[in-house]
């Protein structure tokens, strides 16, 4: 591929054109009703899916890798320069624009059932790469690009992503502690609730230490998820007022999928890694070997090197254009895209990955993050009973039971 040169700088950057085509993401909300009005083909409505999943992933496959890294000499001039900038501020009006016409054709009578459903997948879809939209702008120290991504945020409704994942998942990412490090032998469906769950609570618990750090009450305008919850608030109120109630289900139902979209990439980037710990027992800081990484092309551009997680998390202040891939990372066999559609199936999921997972750790399953084992309960016993009549007693019950030496029992489950 040539290699293209900056105006008034001396940077390079093999892929400056290419970033363009991130826009196809939001493009999935503003083409579908031409699509259908200009083919007749009501197929065009579930696009958003047929690019993410279906045709991305048979484009990784046949491009194939990046292979290029941007030079260090370069860095200054790439982080510097706005077009980067603008390919991701531009997702913002395209991604609402096609939110107001899927919200106007979910409630007309001209569709029929299953092509709202699959307007709403679509809008799903382009949702949750929304999210990724916000991850880039939400690690910026400009203040307008911190409110561009609580605004990119409102779509999904998932406005705590803006607090949980900057202090709280790159602070405990790959350790048993952070919710959206999934672990070895974690099912995506066991994961999701998981995740979801934990880092509300998460983002809940970091505000409002951050919020009494300041002096400051829960209810305050500098509330980070007061702010995201009011413009979905707001965004959603709209929509129903303007076009009656009948676009609640599938408002939900996109905000849903976009939410869950990110929650089955943050699967596939961390599955099964673990820091490494210092001497004095706390987690090294992260490295490249702590997050799964990717060099496919098409979805590299197509999410703004998200791919490059491994870089990201060793450096978050890089911005996309300037992160680098990493041959000290472990390596995903595809795509996130084909990733995604494997993470979905979790027999495959694990038959493709947990060996990767062993072959990264030699085969030591100490250095693993896996599930917790289950623990065994010490119930304390009021009155114990005669021995014999305890092992009476645990047999009629599910829970073996066995009395301890300092008078309490133990309950195996």
Request: proline content about 7%.
């Amino acid at each position: 591929m040539t290699m293209t040169i900056f105006e008034h700088t001396r940077a390079r950057d093999p892929k400056r054109y290419l970033w363009i085509l991130g826009l196809i993401a939001p493009g999935c909300a503003l083409l579908p009703s031409q699509l259908v009005l200009y083919t007749g083909l009501e197929l065009f409505w579930w696009i958003g899916p047929i690019i993410i999943l279906g045709v991305i992933p048979l484009l990784d496959f046949a491009i194939g890798d990046d292979g290029s890294n941007p030079r260090d000499e370069d860095y200054e001039a790439l982080s510097n320069d706005r077009y980067y900038r603008w390919c991701t501020f531009l997702f913002l009006p395209m991604q609402f624009i096609g939110l107001l016409i899927a919200s106007y054709l979910w409630a007309s009578h001209e569709l029929s059932l299953v092509d709202k459903l699959g307007l709403a997948v679509t809008l799903g879809f382009v949702s949750g790469i929304g999210i990724n939209a916000a991850h880039e702008l939400g690690h910026r120290a400009e203040r307008l690009e911190r409110w561009l991504a609580k605004i990119a945020l409102a779509q999904s409704g998932y406005g705590h992503f803006f607090v949980e994942h900057n202090r709280g998942h790159h602070v405990r990412v790959a350790t048993p502690e952070d919710p959206a490090s999934a672990r070895y032998g974690e099912s995506l469906w066991q994961f999701l609730p998981r995740t979801m769950t934990g880092g509300f609570r998460s983002a809940l618990t970091l505000e409002r230490q951050r919020l009494a750090r300041n002096g400051k009450r829960w209810l305050s305008p500098s509330n980070h998820l007061l702010q995201a919850w009011a413009m979905s608030a707001a965004l959603f109120t709209t929509l129903i007022v303007v076009f009656g109630p009948a676009v609640i289900p599938y408002l939900a139902l996109q905000a849903l999928i976009g939410a869950g979209l990110l929650e089955t990439v943050n699967y596939v980037e961390h599955y099964g890694l673990l820091r490494a710990r210092r001497p004095d027992g706390r987690y090294a800081r992260c490295s490249p070997r702590d997050s799964w990484n990717s060099d496919h092309l098409v979805t590299n551009i197509f999410l703004f090197h998200l791919q490059r997680h491994s870089d990201h998390h060793a450096n978050p202040g890089r911005r996309y254009q300037t992160l680098r891939s990493c041959d000290v990372a472990p390596q995903l066999p595809a795509g996130y895209a084909t990733m995604v559609l494997l993470a979905i199936i979790p027999p495959l999921w694990r038959a493709v990955m947990d060996p990767r997972v062993l072959a990264h750790y030699n085969g030591d399953m100490t250095l693993i993050n896996t599930k917790p084992r289950r623990r065994r309960l010490t119930l304390p016993i009021r009155n114990p009973r005669p021995r014999e009549n305890v092992r009476r007693a645990a047999g009629r019950h599910t829970p073996s039971m066995s009395p301890s030496s300092t008078g309490a029992t133990e309950v195996r489950f």
